[in-house]
Every structure is written in C-alpha cells, then in structure tokens.
T-cell receptor, first 114, second 115 residues
Framework: AQSVAQPEDQVNVAEGNPLTVKCTYSVSGNPYLFWYVQYPNRGLQFLLKYITGDNLVKGSYGFEAEFNKSQTSFHLKKPSALVSDSALYFC????????????FGKGTRLSVIA | DGGITQSPKYLFRKEGQNVTLSCEQN?????MYWYRQDPGQGLRLIYYSQIVNDFQKGDIAEGYSVSREKKESFPLTVTSAQKNPTAFYLC??????????????FGSGTQLSVL
C-alpha cells in the first residue's frame, strides 16, 4: 500500500528566509509525487510533480522540490518565503499503476511572518 | 478551481436526512474523485470513478453513495448511515499526463454541517 507522511503539522518561517516543508513516502515501484497548496475555504491547487528525470523539480510560484530515492523523500522548498505563501500544503503519492488514486498526507500549515 | 464546480458551498443536514453534493466538470476528464477533509487528517478518499457508469470505493466509503451517469457529473450522496458527516468535501477530476501520472484539478469544496 502506498502512503505519505508529513511530519510537521506547522512550519513557521520569517519572510525572506528559505522554507522547507517535509514529505516522505512509501510505495511499491517508482513513485509519482505531487505537491498541492490549499488556501482557506478553497480547493487544492497543483504546485509541482515528479514522475521521472531530474531529481529537482521546479513548480509554480517559485517552489521546487527535491526527490531523494534513498531517503524516500520529496521535500518542498523555496529560497525566499513570502507572506502570501502562508497556506496548507499537501504532499501526495501514487504508484506506477495508471489507475491508482492519489494518497495525500495530512498537510502542513505554513505560516510566513512579516 | 477552474472547470470544476461544486455546489452548494455550504450545506446543512438534519438528523436522518440524505443530502447530495453536486460536482460538475467541463474539462473532459475521464476520472473523478471525492475526498473528505477533516482538520488534522488531510484528505481521505471516499469514492472515485475512472469511466462513466463505473466507480470504486475509496478508504472511507461507508455511509456514502455516488453515481456516474455522465462524464461531466459525479454527485455524492451522504446518507443517514454516515454518523459523522460534518466535514469539508472536495471533488476532483483528472486526466493522464506524461507517463501516466494523473494531475488532479479540484473544485472549491462544500462544507457540510449537521443541524
């Protein structure tokens, strides 16, 4: 069975500082990994995904994520945080089968303080 | 949220009542999904459908029912058997991308509360 863990419920960072939101996964075979962001009372928005290729994936709004197979991690990063980045972030994983639904982590709330 | 419409935005259920949440998409996506979001628990899959007239149970299907009579529509009924229905419900749709990983598009959600 596939699963994903986001070990931090909350991450606080000062505006302008780098941010990292952690994610580890468990899946049979090569993973498909995703990050989504949710603003209050809204649906989720896609940020980026890793399927294959370069371990560093660049996405929307200046976010990037690094796939590390040996550590089974897919941490979300941004070099300089903005107050507007404050939101709930979800990591998701699926296995290589084309029909397998995404499994989401519990989410990490990011607060960027001015 | 473009292309997927969930209605209503807020819904209240009385004891013993069935209620139906609407989800419509105009993205021509094959797959549609229903997730339930509770604080601190992330998103849990209720039901999903890969094609019309076919659907599968997710992790927490008990007390819910769905139908997929049209590609564009995937309504979710919360039955009276669901004893703890208060939650934020998210509908999503997707299509195959690249090597087969399906990127999901989400609606803006329905907040269901019990009166």
């Amino acid at each position: 069975a596939q699963s994903v863990a986001q070990p931090e419920d909350q991450v606080n960072v000062a505006e302008g500082n780098p941010l990292t939101v952690k994610c580890t996964y468990s899946v049979s075979g090569n993973p498909y990994l995703f990050w989504y962001v949710q603003y209050p009372n809204r649906g989720l928005q896609f940020l980026l995904k890793y399927i294959t290729g370069d371990n560093l994936v660049k996405g929307s709004y200046g976010f990037e994520a690094e796939f590390n197979k040996s550590q089974t991690s897919f941490h979300l990063k941004k070099p300089s945080a903005l107050v507007s980045d404050s939101a709930l972030y979800f990591c998701a994983v699926r296995g290589p089968s084309g029909n397998t639904p995404l499994v989401f982590g519990k989410g990490t709330r990011l607060s960027v303080i001015a | 949220d473009g292309g997927i419409t969930q209605s209503p935005k807020y819904l209240f259920r009385k004891e013993g009542q069935n209620v139906t949440l609407s989800c419509e998409q105009n993205l021509n996506h094959d797959a549609m999904y229903w997730y339930r979001q509770d604080p601190g628990q992330g998103l849990r899959l209720i039901y999903y459908s890969q094609i019309v007239n076919d659907f599968q149970k997710g992790d927490i299907a008990e007390g819910y029912s769905v139908s997929r009579e049209k590609k564009e529509s995937f309504p979710l009924t919360v039955t009276s058997a669901q004893k703890n229905p208060t939650a934020f419900y998210l509908c999503a749709s997707g299509f195959p991308t690249g090597q087969g990983a399906r990127k999901l598009f989400f609606g803006s959600g329905t907040q269901l509360s019990v009166l």
